[in-house]
């Protein structure tokens, strides 16, 4: 397949490894590589790079996964619209088995709750115009790469005069959280695998102003193990010169601009908000809120949602590995308590996610 079996060819990556190994005998010290990207996360465990790496270069997984980084109180307020028999509550696939602070979509859908999995946001559009008497609720989640589909979903139920159609809105923007990374001394980073996904809406531009504040190299990486090596050799390349700037492995996809369109559409339906990451907290300016003249389509402002008082497992570890500070294998849940059937966790629930990775890939 064009594009992606090229870059799973064998004697490539060796090759490719090889190097590596030769670039990293010239290191003065270990480096520490962070991808923040959850399709990186689940390619690193899948093509296993780390067992192709030296132990001097090292990859530590970020918070990459949209679901895993969603806190549990927006968890309780998609929990608590589902009390309503008015409401249907429309969501990726993903979301329906994270844990809130009692009880989880799932269980609710067990319980005759009306929760509905769709594939994109125009089908849960579509679900509103055909129930005009009950109201859609869809849970807007995700980056960069997902806030543009969501805003078109908006303006599409504008362009149709719904009145029923709402998203409980919890959008996430890539660039902060890696600043505040980059600025914890305890990781010691010393460059990215930036987002591919993400890159493609926001444009490498966007990393710019981290790599000139923070002298830390960025590398848009794309998702086959060629892809990855090249961005950790291009990383590496950029160390050894003492250099930081950023770069563009994945051109075959990403540009400096990004998507004007996709930018454009944001835009229209959003103002950039402070946002609360699981693990991370509430960080200024990291979030997409809905636009104040379209308030009548946020859940949060729109509707009486009483999601009740917020209790965090206090057993989870998903901060910890979400900030690359612990690995899934040092939590002490991992793989006992908490496994896929049995989440405790949000990371080991999303297909993107870090614990869910190494669950499947890594043991």
Not at 211 to 217: D, M, T, V
Not at 299 to 313: C, F, K, S, V
Not at 321 to 346: I, N, Q
């Amino acid at each position: 397949m064009k594009f992606q079996d090229e870059f799973r060819d064998r004697e490539l990556v060796k090759n490719m490894a090889a190097n590596i190994r030769r670039m990293a005998e010239r290191l003065t010290k270990p480096v520490n590589f962070m991808e923040v990207c959850g399709t990186h996360t689940m390619a690193i465990y899948q093509f296993g790079i780390r067992s192709l790496l030296p132990e001097n270069v090292r990859l530590i997984s970020g918070p990459g996964c949209p679901v895993c980084v969603t806190p549990v109180g927006y968890v309780d307020r998609a929990v608590a619209c589902t009390a309503d028999a008015r409401n249907i509550v429309a969501t990726f696939g993903d979301m329906l088995r994270v844990p809130g602070s009692r009880s989880s979509l799932m269980e609710e859908r067990a319980k005759g709750a009306d929760v509905r999995i769709v594939y994109s946001p125009l089908d849960a559009v579509a679900l509103a115009n055909a129930n005009p008497e009950r109201r859609v609720i869809f849970l807007g989640i995700g980056f960069e790469t997902t806030a543009p589909t969501i805003a078109a979903s908006i303006l599409e139920a504008t362009k149709l005069g719904l009145s029923n159609y709402y998203v409980l809105a919890s959008h996430k923007t890539m660039p902060v959280p890696m600043e505040i990374l980059t600025a914890d001394p305890d990781l010691a980073l010393s460059g990215y695998l930036c987002p591919a996904h993400v890159s493609t809406v926001i444009g490498a531009n966007a990393y710019k102003p981290l790599a000139e504040k923070y002298r830390i190299p960025c590398v848009v990486t794309g998702f086959e193990p060629a892809d990855v090596m090249q961005g950790i050799e291009m990383l590496l390349a950029q160390v050894l010169a003492g250099e930081s700037r950023v770069e563009i492995q994945y051109s075959r996809a990403v540009s400096w601009e990004g998507n004007p369109k996709a930018q454009t559409i944001m835009e229209r339906v959003f103002v950039p908000c402070d946002a609360s990451w699981r693990g991370l907290g509430l960080l200024p300016g990291s979030g997409l809120a809905i636009k104040p003249e379209l308030a009548r389509f946020d859940a949060e402002r729109a509707l009486a949602i009483d999601p009740g008082e917020e209790q965090e497992n206090p057993a989870c570890r998903c901060g910890e590995v979400l900030k690359g500070k612990l690995s899934p294998f040092d939590c002490p849940l991992f793989a006992t308590a908490c496994t896929p059937e049995s989440p405790v966790g949000a990371c080991m629930v999303s297909s993107e996610g870090t614990c869910a990775a190494a669950y499947k890939y890594g043991r």
